[in-house]
């Protein structure tokens, strides 16, 4: 398939959304293939602003390599379909994990990878998610029990092979977001969470569709990371856990029932602050 360049304005949330996430391909020790989300972030630090790529902890355990899709950028623009990926040998231990080893989150500084590309002729399109977007206390509390989300990724791997676009997805809340879900700093959506959407961003997002171009949103914050998606094992038991790679197989005797477990993003942020405070200069 060939791949054909295409011109978009990334003049909106929604489309600057697009650029946002990346997908991971990975080759288990088993040689099975996987697929799966991560996203880039940027963090405002004492020492100047960080770019980061986020995923899940166990998206990359057990991985014997892995590759990071991205866009190419002509003239500070993306050139839709031109596709430029970076593999990474011995996968695992080029990323930072969360100093919690209960957290399943895991980051890597972009600036390496930059370089990579610009080293064989080539930039790197993306945008990231401002941490700012993140909410404290005070905005947490001033959400409702029930919200809209938007979330972005590769469910079961499928995306827009020509013209690498991920796939949108929405839903709503379906805990408290200002509650700590069975006493963690992570939220429960009613969304169709695949295997795939694994280290899918998670955004609040409700636009303003009085505008004819939605040059800002009407609320949009940053809540969190897709982790783990509750399976129906048996009748009347509920059992939630990760959100595998997309690896094109099934889940024999499980049901998924929709509802999937966010991390909150302040866990994103503690994870950048931890990195910056052991390795920044």
Do not use: C
Not at 139 to 151: G, K, S, Y
């Amino acid at each position: 398939m060939t791949p054909v360049s295409g011109v978009m304005e990334t003049n909106t949330i929604s489309k600057k959304l697009l650029f946002n996430t990346i997908r991971v391909d990975t080759v288990l020790e088993d040689e099975s293939e996987g697929s799966g989300t991560a996203f880039v972030i940027s963090h405002a630090h004492k020492r100047g602003t960080h770019n980061f790529i986020v995923t899940n902890r166990h998206l990359i355990e057990n991985v014997r390599s892995g590759g990071l899709v991205f866009t190419q950028k002509r003239q500070g623009k993306p050139a839709l379909g031109q596709r430029f990926q970076i593999n990474i040998e011995d996968f695992p231990h080029a990323w930072f994990p969360h100093p919690d080893p209960d957290v399943d989150l895991a980051i890597i500084p972009i600036r390496p990878l930059e370089q990579a590309a610009r080293d064989q002729g080539v930039e790197l399109y993306y945008h990231g998610i401002d941490s700012r977007l993140a909410p404290d206390a005070s905005v947490l509390h001033a959400l409702d029990a029930l919200e809209e989300i938007l979330f972005v990724g590769y469910p079961s791997g499928v995306w827009d092979q020509v013209n690498l676009m991920p796939i949108m997805r929405r839903g709503t809340t379906a805990t408290p977001m200002a509650l700590d879900f069975e006493g963690r700093p992570e939220f429960l959506i009613d969304a169709a969470v695949y295997p795939g959407s694994s280290g899918s961003p998670v955004f609040v997002y409700q636009p303003d569709l009085t505008r004819r171009i939605q040059s800002v949103g009407r609320k949009f914050i940053f809540a969190g990371v897709i982790a783990a998606v509750f399976f129906r094992e048996e009748e009347n038991q509920l059992v939630p856990a990760p959100v595998p790679a997309n690896h094109g197989g099934t889940f024999i005797g499980s049901e998924m029932i929709d509802l999937g477990l966010v991390i909150k993003a302040q866990a994103v942020i503690d994870a950048i602050e931890a990195y910056l405070g052991r390795w920044a200069e």
